[in-house]
């Protein structure tokens, strides 16, 4: 029995007569989409800012269309609905923007959550309530997810779409232009709403849906980036499954089952990308690309007619010589591995089912095959030493092999997040959500010290880390919007692997890249959303990037 510790409606399965109703009906409108119906209620999406940044080579990241709101957008689309999606992630007044975009042209608002932009969605449904008050608001994705009982009583959030969006999108949706929600939201499975008295109702989980052929070929072309001048860019996000076999403490998982689509499926998803979008690289963010090597073996195959290069998330235990070959011949660039530490008891802890030999095992097969081993690492777990975490620093410096570090954050949902909340370590889960929004990945942020080590160790530890940051697959991208930030110069260009695959200099200009911090930001610190002596033990040697927004804000004003 695989172990279950996310909430336990996420485990159940979306395999009713209405599920299979929808799955048939995205099936048969992806094949012969309706026309757009201009009497049908017309649906926004919004797409809110992130702090986060990205290593040099792995910008596209930050600006490409990726799967949630692609699928939702595009249900709806091939529905019949007008849909239009706003993008704001790298906006320099996002909340501005997206209202602008909202009022006068919208009469269904949807808003896509993630981990660290809870005060934009927050401000912006209040923003809209107050302007028009009868707007139907649902929110979705993986925040609403693992907390929706803080959107139902800290926000003007109506419905909240609990995991896969998928099928219940298309239901509400059908159900409200039917005039029907009074008498079919209790009824409508995987949702939190507000009955007419405002009270919060949870509905029975839908689960997953057990089969991913069923989901349509993305329309790209519903998001703002393929109408800019620059065009539609040639990276894209993409996945041929959800789900993981895993139970990481600090990973959270909207869809912890494992689902795949079927080879064929993926064919005709990756031909229509590539014909329809000119793609030439693709992120597969399935969250284990290669845990079952046959399907791995047959999923490449697929790929490798496309003539695209890609990269992948995996894990070390689940690697060898078959699989490699396959992925290095179907044009994989590197490799993801979620390495996060070497320590035996900190991997233990976290849950990862892995151990220093299999990292280095999964390392030298990846090595020998000719392809980039990429690792992803953690500082701060529980359990961490200095010692274990001095040796996880040289072992990065060693092989040069580094593609991102963060501090440990603790992701709502997750056991890590549970445990801060029992320790009180997070004082509320509304301070935390709004601290998750400052959080940029960079070497100076603050961040919860769960392991009890020193600040000043934990940072230097992070910083040599991210100088031995590899080059990302995209060097010659050029799709950067105005308004991007750029942070951390290095002169150092690292190994001969690194200066042989993106030349001298590669990072010369900047190791980091994000769209910039939210307005009033500065709001989110630890001083302002912890209590003094969690604020004082990650964030008293260093301003992280809010903090120094603050100060330029003081100087401005006065």
Known sequence: MAPKSLALELYANADEL?????????????????????????????????????????????????????????????????????????????????????????????????????????????????????????????????????????????????????????????SYT??????????????????????????????????????????????????????????????YSRGCKMDCSFCYRTTPQVRAKSPEKMDRDMDWLKSQYGIDFCFFVDLTFSSHRKQTLEICDVIKDHD????????????????????????????????????????????????????VRAMRTTFDAGVRFGSLLIVGLPNESEESLNHMVEFAETYNHVTRVKYLSAMPGTTVYKQAIGS?????????????????????????????????????????????YQPGPVMEFRHFPEGFQYFHPQPDDGQARSTDYAGTKWRSEFSSAAGPLAPGSDRFTLDKCADPEVAAAGSSLMECGAKRMEKLTTVGEA
Request: hydrophobic residues 35%.
């Open 18 to 174: 209405v599920d299979h109703h929808f799955m048939n009906q995205m099936r048969e409108q992806d094949a012969e989409p309706v026309p757009t119906d201009p009497s049908k209620p017309r649906f926004t999406l919004v797409v809110g800012p992130s702090p986060f940044t990205m290593p040099r080579g792995w910008e596209f990241f930050l600006t490409s269309p990726y799967e949630g709101a692609s699928y939702i957008s595009t249900v709806l689309f091939n529905a019949g609905y007008p849909v239009k999606i706003i993008d704001v992630r790298y906006d320099l007044d996002p909340l501005k923007t997206a209202y602008d975009q909202i009022i006068g042209d919208t009469d269904v608002l949807g808003v896509c959550t993630f981990e660290d932009n809870f005060p934009f969605c927050r401000e912006l449904m209040a923003k809209v309530r107050e302007s028009a008050p009868d707007m139907p608001i649902i929110v979705g994705g993986s925040l609403a997810t693992s907390v929706p009982h803080v959107f139902m009583k800290n926000t003007d959030a109506d419905i909240v779409v609990i995991s896969e969006g998928e099928l219940t999108i298309l239901e509400l949706m059908e």
């Open 424 to 468: 009180g370590m997070i004082r509320s889960e509304i301070d935390h959500l709004n601290w998750l929004s400052v959080e940029q990945a960079l070497h100076e942020d603050e961040f919860l010290n769960v392991s009890g080590l020193p600040e000043q160790v934990c940072r230097d530890a992070y910083k040599r880390i991210y100088d031995a």
């Open 178 to 239: 039917a005039g029907k929600w009074s008498r079919d939201l209790p009824n409508i499975r995987g949702i939190c709403y507000r009955t007419p008295e405002g009270e919060p109702k949870r509905t029975r989980p839908r689960g997953q849906m057990m089969d991913l052929d069923a989901l349509p070929r993305m329309r790209l072309d519903l998001w703002p980036q393929y109408h800019s001048p620059m065009g539609m860019q040639p990276q894209i996000i993409s996945s």
């Open 308 to 359: 695209v290069r890609w990269t992948c998330l995996t894990r070390c235990a689940d690697m060898d010589v078959p699989r490699i070959n396959a992925m290095r011949d179907s044009g994989c660039d590197i490799i993801l591995y979620g390495v996060e530490s070497l320590g035996t008891d900190v991997l233990r802890e976290a849950r990862k089912g892995s151990s220093e030999n299999l990292t």
